[in-house]
């Protein structure tokens, strides 16, 4: 699955603040594989501008060289069911296209 830096940003905020050992286990996996890296910050020119609560980075690099990262079927199945607990609720149209990602490569 390729990612972008967005998306990389979203994707831990699908996922329930509390879970069972399992979820845990599979959340800490999917969170490790996708974390902005210390490299991340240097290949990407990462800036955290806490003051105006937002990240900046080099949009067209990002586009060039998104992150591939295999996720297991249990992974994916957790990704999913996090999404569809989020269903309901009224989010941002950034967090539903992460979402439609994560469906879309769960289905193939």
């Avoid at 297991?72 to 967090?95: F, G, H, K, N, V």
Wanted: hydrophobic share 35%; charged share 35%.
């Amino acid at each position: 699955m390729e990612l972008h830096i967005k998306d990389r940003l979203l994707i831990p905020s699908l996922f329930p603040s509390k879970n069972n050992f399992i979820g845990f286990h599979l959340k800490k996996s999917i969170i490790d594989k996708i974390a902005i890296t210390e490299q991340d910050k240097k290949d990407y020119s990462i800036v955290e501008k806490p003051e105006e609560n937002k990240i900046e980075w080099d949009v067209h690099k990002d586009i060039e060289t998104p992150l591939v990262v295999d996720f297991s079927t249990e992974e994916l199945r957790y990704m999913t069911q996090s999404c569809e607990a989020l269903s309901e609720q009224e989010m941002p149209d950034e967090i539903w296209a992460v979402a439609e990602k994560i469906y879309n490569e769960a289905q193939q």
